[in-house]
Nanobody
Framework: QVQLVESGGGLVQAGDSLRLSCAAS????????MSWFRQAPGKQRELVAG???????NYGDFVKSRFTISRDNAKNTVYLQMNSLKPEDTAVYYC??????????WGQGTQVTVSS
């Protein structure tokens, strides 16, 4: 059983930055693929970024180098650094852990609101 707790969301202005954190407990963090998803009102949940146990990363097309995902295995934490935020980035951001058995655990989400 993996528990995930996101933090770092909030209300910011367009062009600002935020860093989201996701602290994991249970399971073997270093072996899990970690991802950030987001869901805006009325829209489907979409992948923002992912990072493998080996540190390889991938991003949603809309990120366009504005966001960076990273992980600290010593702290069982994954981060999402978001720069140059836009109003369309407003969403609930969710952390996900995908185990080697392909089971996905989800956090409760953290709200990011970007005002114009």
């Amino acid at each position: 059983q993996v528990q995930l707790v996101e933090s770092g969301g909030g209300l910011v202005q367009a062009g600002d930055s935020l860093r989201l954190s996701c602290a994991a407990s249970g399971g073997t963090f270093s072996r899990n693929r970690m991802s950030w998803f987001r869901q805006a009102p009325g829209k489907q949940r979409e992948l923002v970024a992912g990072i493998t146990s080996g540190g390889s990363t991938n991003y949603g097309d809309f990120v366009k180098s504005r966001f960076t995902i990273s992980r600290d295995n010593a702290k069982n934490t994954v981060y999402l650094q978001m720069n140059s935020l836009k109003p369309e980035d407003t969403a609930v951001y969710y952390c996900a852990a995908i185990t080697i058995g392909s089971y996905t655990y989800w956090g409760q989400g953290t709200q990011v609101t970007v005002s114009s």
